[in-house]
């Protein structure tokens, strides 16, 4: 399994913006399918968006397209998710997880085998 470790999180305003990274750790991190989630207090853990193993294909949740990008450097072994426009509902812990299929369920947190410890978002005036 890969380990991944998320970064880049803080406090801004809304209308700012954040870069958050995926650092990878083990073997061959272009062989998985990496996905962004959050969670919010109370709340379930939601999906954000997705990119698969060569980085040409991408996926979003309706509230964050135009606002969010993800993307990847495979020789960095890191995935980014820069975020902009933010809003207060973007308040949230967001994780990064990945695994070596993917599936049609690619929005279910289930079907990912490694994730990382979470950083925080928090988007407030």
């Known amino acids: 399994q890969v380990q991944l470790v998320e970064s880049g999180g803080g406090l801004v305003p809304p209308g700012g913006s954040l870069r958050l990274s995926c650092a990878a750790s083990?073997?061959?991190?272009?062989?998985?399918?990496v996905a962004w989630f959050r969670q919010a207090p109370g709340k379930g853990r939601e999906f954000v968006a997705l990119?698969?193993?060569?980085?040409?294909?991408?996926d979003y949740i309706h509230s964050v397209k135009g606002r969010f990008t993800i993307s990847r450097d495979n020789a960095k072994n890191t995935v980014y998710l820069e975020m902009n426009s933010l809003k207060p509902e973007d308040t949230a812990v967001y994780f990064c997880?990945?695994?070596?299929?993917?599936?049609?369920?690619?929005?279910?947190?289930?079907?990912?085998?490694?994730w990382g410890q979470g950083t925080q978002v928090t988007v407030s005036s």
């Open positions: 083990g073997p061959a991190f272009s062989d998985y399918v």
């Open positions: 990119i698969n193993k060569s980085g040409y294909t991408t």
């Open positions: 997880a990945a695994d070596r299929a993917m599936v049609s369920d690619y929005r279910r947190a289930t079907s990912y085998d490694s």
